[in-house]
């Protein structure tokens, strides 16, 4: 959701330059003070989580989905956030129980307790930041039941043509008012590293700027962790939504998650967590607005964006201060796993998503600090230089003279050698093989 709303500050600031728009805010620093609240209170006992920013900077919102094997990997949450510290934070049901919640990083909030929400009773969710300033939220309140009773993936195809696996879920209402229904997903996957070696670089004792040469240790060590089979992880980054009519128009077959055949996180074998959020009208109008504002398109049309109104506001009454939703839900989940050759049993693994040639380069280098001419002659960056930088991974020894610029060694870039590039070495605890 944060990533959607710094989309929609975008988009509104971009359609502002094209045409007027009312946003009932004053500029754009008024824009980069709005407090944006992340906060969904379940059924589920546990610890629940708030989470508050605030708009600082407009980014590529793409930059975390790609991976540049020449640069160092970005923590894009903490690095493209400006989180929310120091708040109070606190949900108030309608019996007067006041459940705490304290800061467990920054601008990330988590209740002292365990609690789960309850049929029947009504919630409140107030903030009071660091500058004295006070939110609150209307009373929410859980709508009814739903249970996700399949959950399946079968072959089919896109709405763009595409060949590939759809996951399908259908529903069964048990009680209440279920008509409004929220899905997101979190899925896992096996990654295996295609030139992976037992074998790595080690370098020490390196001096770049060393005279009359370059001084330094490399040595050929065996690996001291799992680097060849490790997990990936990603959750859900668009708005799945649903409408029923009644109880006895239960979900049937609706898909909410898309996988083209040529997928690389299905190569191997891919896990998916489904969850199923019964919430309220107010609840399913937000997250559609939210949506649609988020297609950059829309920009474009007759529809001029304007704030997007929720669930929250400010206490002394100023609008536009304030985005995002309390939502308070019924949660059904349900798991299930599969491997590529469970659907294409005679067709080749997708391919790994990155160029893994087989490359060789000079050892060493001349000393950066050397003053006579001289230079590289064109080859890559030495070997000394890039198990410096941590960009590449050790295959064998290159006795095939490979590479323009051949040295005693082959590797290929870190992330076809080591797949913690990509993922974890850790197992998940719930990983069936």
């Known amino acids: 959701m944060k990533k959607l709303f710094l989309l929609l500050i975008s988009i509104t600031l971009l359609a502002s330059c094209i045409d007027e728009v009312d946003l009932g ?82 601008g990330v909030y988590d209740s002292d307790i365990e609690f789960a929400a309850e049929m029947g009773n009504a919630y409140q969710l107030i903030i009071l930041t660091s500058d004295g300033k006070r939110y609150s939220s209307t009373n929410m309140r859980i709508e009814g039941l739903a249970a996700i009773s399949n959950l399946y993936a079968e072959k089919t195809t896109s709405e763009s043509g595409a060949q590939g696996i759809g996951i399908f879920v259908d529903n069964t209402v048990e009680s209440g008012s279920v008509q409004n229904l929220r899905y997101t997903y979190d899925e896992t996957y096996k990654i295996i590293a295609p030139n992976w070696s037992p074998q790595d670089f080690k370098l020490t004792n390196y001096e770049p700027c060393a005279l009359p040469v370059v001084t330094y240790d490399l040595e050929i060590i065996d690996r001291e962790e799992e680097q060849q089979v490790c997990f990936g992880n990603n959750g859900s980054n668009t708005i799945i939504q649903a409408q029923q009519g009644n109880l006895s128009d239960n979900v049937k077959k609706l898909m909410v998650r898309f996988l083209d055949q040529d997928n690389f996180i299905i190569s191997h074998r891919y896990s998916i967590e489904v969850v199923q959020l019964v919430s309220n009208a107010a609840s399913f109008s937000f997250y559609d607005q939210l949506n649609n504002f988020s297609q950059t398109g829309s920009i474009f049309s007759q529809i001029q964006p304007g704030f997007l109104e929720g669930n929250l506001s400010s206490d002394d009454g100023n609008q536009g201060t304030i985005i995002g939703f309390f939502d308070v839900v019924s949660v059904s989940k349900n798991r ?78 870190r992330v076809c050698g080591d797949c913690t590039t990509l993922g974890s070495n850790i197992k998940p605890d719930f990983w069936v093989d």
């Open 336 to 413: 299930l796993f599969f491997n590529y050759t469970d659907f294409y049993p005679e067709e080749e693994l997708p391919p790994y998503p990155f160029n893994c040639v087989l490359q060789s380069a000079p050892e060493s280098h001349r000393s950066f600090c050397a003053t006579s001419p001289g230079g590289g002659g064109g080859c890559p960056l030495s070997v000394i230089q890039s198990v410096n930088l941590n960009l590449i991974s050790y295959v064998g020894r290159n006795d095939n003279e490979i590479g323009s610029c051949p040295g005693p060694h082959v590797f290929v870039p």
């Open 25 to 106: 805010i004053d500029g754009n620093e008024d824009v980069f003070a709005i407090l944006i609240v992340e906060a969904t209170l379940t059924n589920e006992v546990k610890h629940h989580t708030v989470t508050l920013s605030r708009m600082d900077t407009l980014v590529d919102l793409g930059i975390d989905s790609i991976y540049n094997p020449y640069t160092p990997i970005r923590d894009i949450n903490r690095d493209l956030v400006r989180y929310e510290a120091n708040a109070t934070v606190s949900i108030e049901n309608d019996n007067g129980t006041t459940y705490s919640f304290s800061e467990a990083s920054p």
